[in-house]
T-cell receptor, first 114, second 113 residues
Framework: AQSVAQPEDQVNVAEGNPLTVKCTYSVSGNPYLFWYVQYPNRGLQFLLKYITGDNLVKGSYGFEAEFNKSQTSFHLKKPSALVSDSALYFCAVRDPYGNNRLAFGKGNQVVVIP | EAQVTQNPRYLITVTGKKLTVTCSQNMNHEYMSWYRQDPGLGLRQIYYSMNVEVTDKGDVPEGYKVSRKEKRNFPLILESPSPNQTSLYFC????????????FGPGTRLTVL
């Protein structure tokens, strides 16, 4: 079954510095990969996805993610973090040849320090 | 406005008292799913539905039931709630093919005393 690991519980970064949130995955075939963000007291919002093609994927709010098949990783990045980026970030993976279930990681709390 | 709605948003109940959390989407999505979110555990899938009258278990289905009689609705039923079902619940929907992102509802915070 597919699974996701987000190794860090919390990521602290100064405003204006680069932000990276790490994600590694496990799936039997080629994965569909997603990043979602959850702001306080809100549901999850879609940020970006990798299905096929270019390994660098650009998404909402200036975020991007790089698919690395050899390292089975899909790290989320933003060149210059904003205080408003403080939120909970979830990585998710779906096996396209499996049962269409989406497996989420535990989430990373991002704190951007002014 | 395209959205997933859940009701109620907050619920405090007692052990054993049957309850239903409703979920509705207006995007004509085939796929719908229920998750629970617990600290340190992320989101875990409870049940999902690929289309009307088609439902299947997720990772943590025990103690829950679902039904999919209409495409837009996917209620979550707790026949006899227990304190370990205290959690934040999310409903989500998407088009059926796996490369589509899911749209999430605002969440239902359930406390079972």
């Amino acid at each position: 079954a597919q699974s996701v690991a987000q190794p860090e519980d919390q990521v602290n970064v100064a405003e204006g510095n680069p932000l990276t949130v790490k994600c590694t995955y496990s799936v039997s075939g080629n994965p569909y990969l997603f990043w979602y963000v959850q702001y306080p007291n809100r549901g999850l919002q879609f940020l970006l996805k990798y299905i096929t093609g270019d390994n660098l994927v650009k998404g909402s709010y200036g975020f991007e993610a790089e698919f690395n098949k050899s390292q089975t990783s899909f790290h989320l990045k933003k060149p210059s973090a904003l205080v408003s980026d403080s939120a909970l970030y979830f990585c998710a993976v779906r096996d396209p040849y499996g049962n269409n279930r989406l497996a989420f990681g535990k989430g990373n709390q991002v704190v951007v320090i002014p | 406005e395209a959205q997933v709605t859940q009701n109620p948003r907050y619920l405090i109940t007692v052990t054993g008292k049957k309850l239903t959390v409703t979920c509705s989407q207006n995007m004509n999505h085939e796929y719908m799913s229920w998750y629970r979110q617990d600290p340190g555990l992320g989101l875990r899938q409870i049940y999902y539905s690929m289309n009307v009258e088609v439902t299947d278990k997720g990772d943590v289905p025990e103690g829950y039931k679902v039904s999919r009689k209409e495409k837009r609705n996917f209620p979550l039923i707790l026949e006899s709630p227990s304190p370990n079902q205290t959690s934040l619940y999310f409903c989500a929907s998407s088009f059926a093919t796996g490369n589509n992102e899911q749209f999430f509802g605002p969440g239902t915070r359930l406390t079972v005393l």
